[in-house]
């Protein structure tokens, strides 16, 4: 059985940039959530995707934004990079239906830092 | 307003010399506490899940367990390789589908 993947491992941009990660879900998981952990904090939610629709939102901004494909795999994007993106986005997959109360297994992690 | 709150933040054990991690959380319809394990630079790697008040799991050294408004990880006799960061997490409901994280425990076990 196939674990989460993400790419790239890290990535560095500067203030104004575009940046597109990415995620395969583990073997079975239709659902995909992304979240971003700040040094020392723990992860915050950013987005799910459930059969390639988002599947509820937390408190960013537009300027974050997503896909899932139908091999469930998943993007995210963010545009207009800002000082305070710099963060581990992390990526986790789990099965059933969006919202029934499965286990998240995560990935290990997209270190961005922004100049 | 929903919280989840971890103590201590860090805390350095002795090999051998158990203890307990605690999790406080205020939540509207609890639909799920997780507890997770993660190492510097990595991704947190899935321990427990406690649905209800009164729950246990155990895992090797570990053992969570679950009241109405606190979990406890207890770790028995541990190793250096149990030295991590200790994620709490709770799932919010109705119709949440997101993980609602504390900020987590740094354990550091000496030989």
């Known amino acids: 059985e196939t674990g989460v993947t993400q790419s790239p491992t890290h990535l560095i941009k500067t203030r104004g940039q575009q940046v597109t990660l990415r995620c395969s879900s583990q073997s079975g998981h239709n659902t995909v959530s992304w979240y971003q952990q700040a040094l020392g904090q723990g992860p915050q939610f950013i987005f799910q995707?459930?059969?390639?629709?988002?599947?509820g939102r937390g408190n960013f901004p537009p300027r974050f934004s997503g896909l899932q494909f139908p091999n469930y795999s998943s993007e995210l994007n963010v545009n207009a990079l800002e000082l305070d993106d710099s963060a581990l986005y992390l990526c986790?997959?789990?099965?059933?239906?969006?919202?029934?109360?499965?286990?998240?297994?995560f990935g290990p992690g997209t270190r961005l830092t922004v100049l | 307003e929903d919280q989840v709150t971890q103590s201590p933040e860090a805390l350095r054990l002795q090999e051998g010399e158990s203890s307990s991690l605690n999790c406080s959380y205020t939540v509207s319809g609890l639909r799920g506490l997780f507890w997770y394990r993660q190492d510097p630079g990595k991704g947190p790697e899935f321990l427990f899940t406690?649905?209800?008040a009164g729950e246990e799991k155990e895992k090797e050294r570990l053992k969570a367990t679950l009241t109405k408004k606190e979990s406890f990880l207890h770790i028995t006799a541990p190793k250096p390789e149990d030295s991590a960061t200790y994620l709490c997490?709770?799932?919010?409901?109705?119709?949440?589908?997101?993980?609602?994280f504390g900020t987590g425990t740094r354990l550091t076990v000496i030989p």
């Open positions: 997490a709770v799932r919010r409901g109705p119709g949440a589908n997101n993980l609602f």
């Open positions: 406690l649905y209800s």
């Open positions: 995707y459930y059969r390639e629709e988002e599947n």
């Open positions: 986790a997959s789990s099965s059933g239906l969006a919202g029934a109360y499965n286990e998240q297994f």
